[in-house]
Structure formats: C-alpha cells, structure tokens
C-alpha cells in the first residue's frame, strides 16, 4: 500500500474550478493506477476519472460518462501527484472526493479493487 494525501476541496460556487491534488509518499505510485472517486451523502462511493500512471499503459484515462469534458484528470510523476480538474461545477457535485491507488493497469470502476486510499476531502458546490 501506499500513503495518500488529498488536498484541494473546498466550498465554490456553481460554475466553478477546483482542482484537487493526491499527493503520494512513495515513487512505486508512479507504476500505478490512480482514481478519484466520490461519495455523497446516502449514495455509495463512485469512481470519477481514472489515470494509469505506468509507462507501459501511455497514461489512459478513464472518465464518468456524464463528467467528460468537465472533469480532467492528469499527473506530475516528478511530485508523486495526481490532480482532478473540476470545471463548470454543480451542486450535484458536492461529495467527499477520495484518492486511491491499485496495482496495474487494467481498466475497473469497483473500489473494492483499490487497496490504498486517502482520507478524503471535501467539495461543496452552492448555488
């Protein structure tokens, strides 16, 4: 496993940016796969974008469907870090956003198969 660090949530108003960060404490990170997933009050913890950071995987990403062209992840291997761009904000955004980490490449949406996890923050969205 490996530590985690988000940063980067807040309070915003609708039509907003934020970017988060998933700062982590080791270089193995960068052979990796990275997902940011959120849980809203009452729903269960869903994945946002994905980012498979291995040099052998060209950097695919993953995206929700209804988040594309508004959410966009992407990484600096020198930092260790992996950051979520969030455009055009809604207050259907607001959630706890989540970092996480899994060995390879291959493509899933199940958290149950990312075994290292940062402690969350938040992102509130009013309107």
């Known amino acids: 496993q490996v530590e985690l660090v988000e940063s980067g949530g807040g309070l915003v108003q609708a039509g907003g940016s934020l970017r988060l960060s998933c700062a982590a404490s080791?270089?193995?990170?960068?052979?990796?796969?990275v997902g940011w997933f959120r849980q809203a009050p009452g729903k269960e913890r869903a994945l946002v974008a994905s980012?498979?950071?291995?040099?052998?995987?060209?950097?695919?990403?993953y995206y929700e469907d209804s988040l594309k062209g508004r959410f966009t992840i992407s990484r600096d291997n020198a930092k260790n870090t992996v950051y979520l761009h969030m455009n055009s904000l809604k207050p259907e955004d607001t959630a706890i956003y989540y970092c996480?980490?899994?060995?390879?490449?291959?493509?899933?949406?199940?958290?149950?198969?990312?075994?290292?996890w940062g402690q969350g923050t938040q992102v509130t969205v009013s309107s």
């Open positions: 996480a980490a899994r060995d390879g490449s291959w493509h899933t949406t199940n958290p149950g198969n990312f075994n290292s």
């Open positions: 980012i498979s950071l291995s040099w052998w995987s060209g950097g695919n990403t």
């Open positions: 080791e270089r193995t990170f960068n052979s990796k796969t």
